[in-house]
């Protein structure tokens, strides 16, 4: 590892500590408020709710993926791999998709439902961005990375220009294994909405039985130790 | 096909050393015509043809060295690459002969006329006929043809011998003629080389067909 | 061989290439003649490739790569500003080491060429395709397939099939980068003969570690090592009477 690519790592990291530093006093401070458009409090005794919300994210996850895609190749074609942009982006992705879904899940649970009290549709939102975005770009990314570049350079010798050999090459024998990102990302997605149900149900009992529920500190540490791992895993990986 | 390709170039090749044997066919021809008739004007001509032939002799070896380098021919390539020089070769000497016996022509000819004592006719025909077999033979690749040369040349030194003893016993009884005698020497000389020429020429045939050298060979009459 | 005066359709002056801190090409100079085969010679890692890859602007996508000095494909400057990657491409065919076909049936596949020259699905598409296949002698192995994917081809075929394709994008100019690496021997002299048949029509430039062949296929022939031009020169002379000492240490198989 040089030392250009470590600054880099830094700079990715301190970077995303900054922007969940941002999404935590959003989702605490500033949507959380009663009578948001966004954070309309759930019924959470109401199960019904939870998933009628949850079908609800469904066009919305739709979206999240094809932007993820499209990003994906805009990253790969038109930025130039030795530009520091992109190696930071590439570095916050690797980072981000590191991370177990099931962190994110706990995350999700922890925070939002036990320790903020409050589940608004932005926590949702956010959680399935985070969730998806950094896997689907990951994978296809890697699928775009394994398309043969003498076929790119086939298809350029011939005279054809960037739009024409990605939509005729390098699109189609990068399809099936986006295909497959896309169907990873979709089981993560379900067991974290499985994870909500449950937890819900669970939490609704426990409140109804013990009144309140605090988490202790413990998970915290565990949790941060999970993260700080996955980050660390993604920094000796490169 | 690559070896496709070798092949029109050595037809390209083997048209260029004909065409370079029909040049000295017709001036071994137009030399003894000159001889014959007296002719200056046509020994003049024979002459003036050699440039055309050393020219030739020049474009097809490096032609051949240009093939060889590039080809890098194995087998009947090779053969035929190694003979083409050597016929090339040979067909530029005959020529320089031509010249020579074009040149003793036009000797004779300040001389008066010698009384004909040998059948010079019927000699010249003898290899006139081993020239154009020599390059009959190189067209349809004849080893028998070429190989027979040989044994025609053998013949073509006994009838010079023939020759140089009747000139001898003509040049003592007629002193006076000493002089355009030893033309005619030299003149017979040169056909005979040009009869030695042809039969090398075979043997150069014979070695592209089959691919055995029979220089320096005993002859098995 | 005939001396008239042609114009050159490739002029390379003072050229320099590096790939990040590499030198890889250093201060060449040369002219391609159309009706010629141009063949470069010369160990593996002595820049044949990058240099070819210089006139199609191939050399774009590879990571800190850096050019200096001047390449006039027919008048126009290829790299400067004005001038578009991809229309330089078009007018410059390639055929490549390996045969690379495109996932397409074996007509799509040479279709593409002309398909980029905007020549829609057509008669005159299929003419082309039938004409190209033809002159790159597959035509005969291929009329009955043309709809198959050419995974059924053998690896000569293949690349026969890449020579079509760049054929039907019309090029002025084409490139064969050690087109005969992965072929067999009885491949070989058929891509031979078809390079031969296109020099009337195209200047051809041809890449090759191979001596023998550049000497049976190239009309002049230069040779390359460690990035330098060492020597450039017709054929003949260069495989007769090389004036430097690594040339004739190369061509005679001392060197490389």
Known sequence: ?238 | MMQHYLETELKALQHQLLKMGGIAETMFRDAVQSVLNRDEELARRVIAVDDTVDKLENDIEARCIQLIARHQPVAFELRYLVMAQKVNRNIERLADKCVSIARRSIELISYPPMPSIVDLPSATQLIQEMVNDAFDALVNRNAELAKKLRERDIKVNETYQQMVDELYLLLSDQPQLIQPGFSLLILFRHLERIGDLAANIGEEVYYLVKGEVIRHTIIEQ | MKTQKKAPTLQISGLNVWYGENHILKDLTFDVLPRQVTAFIGPSNSGKTALVRCFNRLNDFTSNFKLTGEIIFNSKDIYSPKTKGSDIAKQIGMVFQHPILFRKSIYENVAYGARLQSIRPSVEQYTIVEECLKKAQLWHEVCDDLQSSPDILSNGQKQRLCVARALAADPELLIFDEPCDQLDATETPKLEAIVLSLKRQYPIIFVTNKRRQAARVSDVAGFLYCGELVEFGQTEQIFTNPKDKRTEDYVTGRLG
């Open chain 1, 1 to 238: 590892m040089n030392r250009s690519e470590l600054i880099i790592q830094i700079i990715a990291l301190a970077t995303l500590i900054i922007a969940c530093v941002l999404v935590w006093i959003l989702t605490t401070e500033v949507f959380h408020v009663e009578g948001d458009i966004l954070s309309v409090p759930m019924d959470l005794d109401s199960e019904s709710d939870l998933i009628d919300r949850l079908y609800r994210m469904i066009p919305l996850l739709c979206v999240a993926m094809l932007l993820s895609i499209a990003f994906a190749f805009y990253i790969e074609e038109w930025l130039s791999e030795t530009t520091w942009y992109y190696r930071i982006i590439n570095q916050h992705i690797s980072i981000l998709a590191n991370i177990p879904s099931l962190i994110y899940g706990i995350l999700v649970v922890c925070i939002f439902l036990f320790q903020v009290g409050k589940f608004s549709n932005f926590t949702l939102v956010l959680a399935i961005v985070f969730l998806v975005v950094p896997v689907t770009i990951q994978t296809t990314q890697s699928a775009i990375r394994g398309v043969d570049l003498s076929v790119r350079e086939a298809a350029y010798a011939l005279g054809a220009n960037r739009w024409q050999v990605i939509t005729d090459h390098v699109f189609p024998r990068a399809f099936p294994k986006i295909t497959g990102g896309v169907f990873t990302v979709i089981s993560r997605v379900l067991a974290i909405a499985v994870l909500l149900i449950i937890v819900c149900e669970l939490r609704t009992s426990i409140i109804q039985d013990v009144g309140s529920y605090e988490i202790s500190s413990n998970v915290f540490v565990l949790i941060s130790l999970a993260l700080l791992s996955c980050v660390l895993s993604s920094f000796l990986q490169k």
